[in-house]
């Protein structure tokens, strides 16, 4: 027997309190037990009491563990929660630079006391790793003092990651971080064949970074530099030139697509209660409905919810728009639910999978966040797309560009109703062109997850890599 079959692997796991990256990360505990890890997970206790009213589990408690039902099932998972620095009732939307400055200094000391708690407390097996969101600033210096493997896990694509990883790169040739930068073609990050500067997440594409926002992503993207290793929510299948590349600088494990399983139904995941669109969309012939969601961070302006909202009623195309009740829900034109009738329907949240599993739906309106690309792909739905911040944009570049399956909404990033009408109105007709693709995408994510693909070997060589370090 090798040395390493003996030892049991203990991780933390600590999601960014948002979630986009509560899904992945939970979904990850799943599976990384389901492989015989042990794992404490750690959400916020805001996060926790948001997770609690919107399944009305109960109106805030904390002490209600949401991995019960997992662990009758054998996997060894313990939850907790921490506070992140401020009171359960803060706003933290309205107070948003004060929110970030405090998940800079306060939330890491919170973090800290856990950890070492947790590392003194004799369980077994002890802590050995921790699996922080790479968007943490603090991972490193706590790794270190308590002696886990930082194990940094980014919750987006690969390419999203290199971008950021070769910042210095695109500063040094004028892409980024200058007023007056350049605008052709970026060729020169290893593993990416060529990449619009608009196509970089919209952090690098800012003539002045200089914004708290900007300080937190460079920085949590600098401490990722001392992480032992990183893992991806990607598909070798889908960007291995990249993900090659960026193995030649540091040990980096695709592990996607990591999606929910049997277990993870148990799990509350959603920050807002969920309508049920089932009956509605029961109702509507196959592939007749446009799903539209702009994911759970991005808020649309006034005037584009205007453009929206217009572009909907002279379309003639039924949908489904998640309108979240923390921004643009007051702002939908007074009579626009009662002029829609029963071609639209608007909710503020719903099961995504449930609806674009559902036959009747025939595209998504998308943002492009990772967590939406991955599963319309594996529901095969043709995606329409409107990138906002973030990683989206570079996201759907590999969505329109590189794989083909969806669509650009508009050419540039302003909203005009014509427009939007028109282009929904063909796509629906015209997403049978992306089928094929979809298709083939799809195999592609099927295969990974199968017996011979790379994220199940990815997942072995890991826990083998891990098991090495703490020898
Ligand atoms: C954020 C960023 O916007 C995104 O770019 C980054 O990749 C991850 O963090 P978010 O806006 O939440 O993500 O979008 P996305 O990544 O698509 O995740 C949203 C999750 O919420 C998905 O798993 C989706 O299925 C779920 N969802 C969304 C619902 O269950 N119901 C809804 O009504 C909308």
Redesign the pocket.
Known sequence: MEPEENIKLHAIMIPVP????I?PFINLAIKLASKGLTITIVNTQQIHQRLMKAQSISDGTLDYDIFSEARKSGLDIQYTTISDGFPLNFDRAGNHDQYMEGLFHVFSAHVDDLVGNLVNSNHNPPVSCLIADTFYVWPSEIAKKYNLVNISFW??PALAFTSYYHMDLLRINGHFGSQDYREDMIHYIPGVDAIEPGDLPSYLQDPEPWGIMHRYIFKSLEDARKADVIICNTVQELESSTISALQEIKPFYALGPIFPNGFTKSIPT?L?R?SDTVPWLNSKPKGSVMYI??????NITRQDTLEMAHGLLLSIVSFIW?VRPDNTWNLLPSRFEDDVKDRGLV?P?????DVISHPAIGGFLT???????L?SIWYKVPMLCFPI????FT?RKLVVSEWKVGFDLCSGRILRQQEIAQKIDCFMTEADKLRINLEETRKKLEYTLSKNGSSGSNYKQLIIDLKSRIL
């Open positions: 948002l979630q986009g990256h899904v919750t987006e959603n807002w969920e969601s702009f994911g759970s961070l991005a998640v909710v949240w719903c099961s995504q999978i943002h492009c966040g990772w967590n939406s690309v599963e911040l973030t990683d989206q996201n």
